[in-house]
């Protein structure tokens, strides 16, 4: 189970830290990944970590996001920099056995956290 929260209302150009905590069993060796769906829009990946740390993120957020993990606490966060309106949106962590951007890898879904960003 996985359970984001974090979300909220914050003003362009500020910074949001999601969190995302695992239950019921163990994560440390899951690819981790954060997606986002905005209103009429499909749900689209953001960025992903894989069990030895390593990223990769979706070109809209590179140089703003930075995902992160601590195994030892179970959790998965996506710290979010120098926010846009276009950032608005309801996110998403998930876990997934495959390193890559297609929700069809990833098998276990939180139930997500509205992120809104205002002008």
């Known amino acids: 189970q996985l359970q984001a929260s974090g979300g909220g209302l914050v003003q362009a150009g500020g910074s949001l830290r999601l969190s995302c905590a695992a239950s019921?069993?163990?994560?440390?060796?899951?690819?981790m990944a954060w997606f986002r769906q905005a209103p009429g829009k499909e749900r689209e990946f953001v960025a992903g970590?894989?069990?030895?740390?390593?990223?990769m993120y979706a070109d809209s957020v590179k140089g703003r996001f930075t995902i992160s993990r601590d195994n030892a606490k179970n959790m998965v966060y996506l710290q979010m920099n120098s926010l846009k309106l276009e950032d608005t949106a309801v996110y998403y962590c998930?876990?997934?056995?495959?390193?890559?951007?297609?929700?069809?890898?990833?098998?276990?879904w939180g139930q997500g956290t509205e992120v809104t960003v205002s002008s």
């Open positions: 019921g069993r163990t994560f440390n060796n899951y690819v």
């Open positions: 998930a876990g997934g056995s495959a390193f890559g951007g297609s929700r069809a890898m990833y098998n276990y």
């Open positions: 970590i894989n069990w030895s740390g390593s990223r």
